[in-house]
């Protein structure tokens, strides 16, 4: 134990041991949340560093208070690094994660009322895209475009042309957390373009994957702006990153601060400098590769084994599963049995899913995490068999005691990069 946990472990024991319980649960489990991952330990020596003490409201040379002589150096590596992995001419690093990422690009880009073209959630957009709950969708106008699940998820770009022509949208946005297909960034930019409309890509789940170049890049289209989370595929600390052309900085960074935050949380900005750093090494391409690998042979064995797939395939690190088709019970349900046996996923509707959204009719899956790790494709295979006979017979508790003690046994075989 080193000697900060040594300190917390001594003065307040619940919080330790909470803390120690969930060490244990990402150890000991395959973390299939598509979303989530293991950060590196040099990130964690950020977070738990001094800069957490720190104040720098404003930007490099430009800042509220005095003694930013690291952190104006901290913010200004974060920045360049941020551009030259993605390919950007302007970088923000200062989001404290993907809501607020995404509220500074509206609030910068549109005024209130402002009708945005977005992905309807159910095929995959996120609740940031204008879910009628969150305060964007009560500010902005959002309108739907949806994918073609029966042809690979591919979308119908004559449709959206006609769509667009009809709303005239000020902004036109790709992104998703839940669709498994890759986008061709270059058609809705030529669709954005007949009237004149900002291109914006949510890229937070596949970020790593885009910086990587194993996913195609929106700016290789010429868009906007592009955001991405620094927590999911990219693998650093909780944090959004806002990536735009030089000309759109004058909107961004205001938009950030002051428009919508004070202070920025500048362990977070270290840490993401750490992971653009890493991003930017030969083994970071392999390891997105891995996770490319990894999500086609789970998708493959799921489908073998008889699992029915939204879009029946991925392109990228994720799979939505429909359960209610494949094993006829409902995400949370499906969500629950492989609780048990120490595989985490998350209940997830489906294309214009009938049900709810906290019994939705699919579950959703990712290999970022459990690449992390060093699993394989092999690995995969054998998950997706103890997924599919846990999902088949959800009750059979001697059976789930047994995947239970596979899993472990496997995990055993990984270590979790940070833990131990
Ligand atoms: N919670 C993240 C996801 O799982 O997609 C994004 O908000």
Redesign the pocket.
């Given at each position: 134990m080193d000697a900060y946990r040594q300190k917390l472990h001594s003065f307040d024991p619940d919080i330790d041991a909470a803390i120690a319980g969930e060490e244990g649960r990402q150890a000991d489990g395959v973390e299939m949340?598509?979303?989530?991952n293991y950060t590196y330990p040099e990130v964690l020596a950020t977070l738990g560093s001094v800069l957490t003490n720190k104040y720098a409201e404003g930007y490099p040379g430009r800042r509220y208070y005095g003694g930013q002589e690291y952190t104006d150096a901290i913010e200004n590596l974060a920045r360049d690094r941020a551009c030259a992995i993605f390919r950007a001419e302007h970088a923000n690093v200062q989001p404290l994660s993907?809501?607020p990422m995404n509220q500074a690009v509206y609030f910068g880009f549109l005024e209130p009322g402002d009708t945005v073209l977005a992905m309807d959630l159910s095929h995959g957009g996120?609740?940031?895209h204008g879910a009628p709950v969150s305060h964007m969708g009560k500010v902005f106008k959002f309108e739907r475009y949806k994918s073609e699940p029966s042809q690979n998820g591919a979308i119908d770009f004559d449709g959206l042309m006609a769509r667009v022509k009809a709303v005239r949208p000020k902004m036109v946005l790709c992104g998703y957390?839940?669709y498994p297909r890759d986008y061709d960034y270059a058609a809705f930019k030529r669709v954005a373009d007949e009237i004149g409309a900002l291109t914006f890509a949510d890229i937070?789940?596949i970020g790593g994957l885009v910086a990587a170049g194993v996913m195609r890049n929106p700016f290789d289209a010429g868009f906007d702006v592009v955001t991405t989370?620094t927590h999911?595929s990219l693998r650093g600390p909780r944090g959004g990153l806002i990536l735009c052309k030089k000309a759109h900085a004058k909107k961004v960074d205001p938009a950030v601060f002051p428009g919508l935050q004070g202070g920025p949380h500048m362990n977070n900005v270290a840490g993401a400098a750490v992971t653009f750093k890493k991003a930017a090494e030969p083994a970071f391409k392999d390891y997105a590769t891995a996770i490319l690998a990894n999500a086609k042979a789970l998708a493959a064995g799921l489908m073998t084994e008889g699992a029915k797939l939204v879009t029946d395939g991925t392109d990228n690190h994720l799979m939505v599963v429909d359960t209610i088709a494949s094993f006829g019970i409902d995400g949370r349900t499906a969500e629950q049995a492989l609780d048990r046996i120490g595989i985490t996923t998350?209940k997830q509707v489906i294309p214009d899913d009938p049900r709810p959204p906290l019994r939705p009719s699919g579950i959703?899956l990712g290999t970022p995490a459990c690449t992390t790790r060093g699993m394989t494709a092999d690995d995969m295979r054998r998950i997706a068999r103890w997924m599919v006979d846990t999902l088949r017979a959800p009750k059979d508790d001697a059976a789930i005691a047994k995947r239970h003690a596979e899993v472990r046994e496997l995990c055993r075989s990984y270590p979790v990069p940070g833990i131990g």
């Open positions: 949340i598509p979303s989530e993907g809501s996120h609740l940031t957390s839940s937070s789940h989370t999911k998350n959703r």
